[in-house]
């Protein structure tokens, strides 16, 4: 039996303890001076609430919709390649805590076991996220393989057409097999163009997600060519150096879509505060990187279990004190700008683990 964590602090020092130093950097280092990685939790430090009160909030529920179906929170298990390197089994846990707990995984293209061993492991609610590495032929057969393994939607990351320099990982000496310095196929990833969305929107019907835009204007370009999924991130800070942080260029992306298209977002979400900000903004679902793979270094699948079950209760708590009983009756009233109080970092939304 995996120790009983009460708090989210507890299940990060005990992946802390689990993890080994190339692993655990890896996980959670960004690029270069890691300025984007501390931007992502500055801007969600920097959005405080306004609570109302007297409002009857005995029943709160923090269900909400994926893509049309019904998840227990609006959240997701991101796109994380090498989660094989913070548990047994890498993406197959991952897919049995998402199915265990209610909530949607996707898949990362680089990650083990692969896509037919991930959706056989579990029937977690799933969709498919790729990285290029050969021809629209080639793009075409994965969207086919996807299909048929029961992903419901696929996904273009987009914001890798370099890869960056991951300082920790190269003194480390933890390079990825992917992230050599020229993996066979990574020059069509540099070739990315919006032909390659167009072809897919001609040729597929399976809902499309466009990870990775950080702009309005490539924002409506995305909605332009019919994509479903506007997903705002940076990577977690793994790419682009000195970007902004993602819930800071979550408002101009929302202005920009306009109903026309869902609009998700990730980077540095480690709270149900965080989380609760971002669907009072507007975004439908948040996608979890970092806090999914510590529950995982943590205890394994339980450990994600545990980590999704606290992180429901700080929702719904969250919501409570703000007055609302549904994640529907959010908007951005309930939200302050208010200046950061503490300095930002990967893991500053736990500041009890320095202790
Ligand atoms: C270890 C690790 C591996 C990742 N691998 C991928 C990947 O294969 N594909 C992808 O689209 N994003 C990948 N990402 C980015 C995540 O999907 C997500 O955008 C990011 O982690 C969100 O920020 P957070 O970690 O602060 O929650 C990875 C992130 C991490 C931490």
């Known amino acids: 039996m995996p120790p009983e964590f009460l708090t989210l602090q507890e299940i990060v020092a005990a992946a802390r303890a689990n993890l080994a130093p190339g692993p655990w950097n890896y996980l959670i280092g960004g690029a270069e001076t890691e300025t984007t990685v501390r931007r992502n939790r500055q801007a969600l430090d920097s959005i405080a609430f306004r609570p109302r009160v007297l409002r009857d909030v005995s029943q709160v529920n923090t269900s909400a919709q994926f893509l049309g179906k019904p998840v227990r929170l609006p959240v997701l298990l991101a796109p994380i390649g090498g989660m094989e390197s913070f548990v047994e089994g890498g993406a197959a846990g991952a897919a049995r805590a998402a199915a265990q707990f209610g909530v949607p995984q996707m898949l990362s293209s680089v990650c083990q076991p692969g896509l037919e061993a991930t959706a056989a492991a579990a029937d977690a609610l799933r969709c498919y996220q790729l990285y290029v590495r050969g021809d629209d032929a080639w793009i075409d057969d994965h969207v086919r393989r996807a299909r048929d393994h029961g992903y419901t939607a696929f996904c273009l990351t987009v914001d890798v057409a370099m890869y960056s320099r991951r300082e920790r990982d190269m003194i480390g000496g933890f390079?990825?097999?992917?992230?050599?310095?020229?993996?066979?196929?990574?020059?069509?990833?540099?070739?990315?163009?919006?032909?390659?969305?167009?072809?897919f929107k001609d040729k597929h019907r399976m809902p499309l997600i466009i990870k990775g835009i950080a702009t309005a204007e490539d924002a409506e370009i995305a909605v332009q060519h019919g994509v479903e999924v506007v997903y705002v991130s940076n990577h977690g800070g793994r790419q682009l150096d000195h970007g902004l942080g993602s819930i800071a260029v979550l408002p101009e992306i929302l202005k920009a879509v306009a109903g026309r298209a869902e609009v998700w977002v990730d980077g540095g979400f480690m709270r149900g505060t965080d989380v609760v900000k971002a669907i009072a903004l507007g975004a439908t679902t948040v996608g979890l990187g970092r806090l999914a793979c510590l529950g995982l270094g943590a205890a394994g699948v339980p450990g994600l279990v545990r980590a999704l079950e606290i992180l429901e209760d700080e929702i719904r708590i969250c919501l409570g004190l703000l007055g609302v009983t549904s994640l529907a009756e959010l908007s951005p009233k309930i939200l302050a700008a208010a200046a950061p109080v503490a300095s930002p970092g990967t893991l500053s939304a736990f500041p009890l683990l320095g202790e």
Request: glycine fraction near 8%; charge should be positive.
């Open 175 to 199: 390079v990825k097999a992917w992230r050599a310095t020229a993996p066979a196929g990574s020059h069509y990833q540099s070739g990315l163009s919006w032909d390659q969305v167009k072809h």
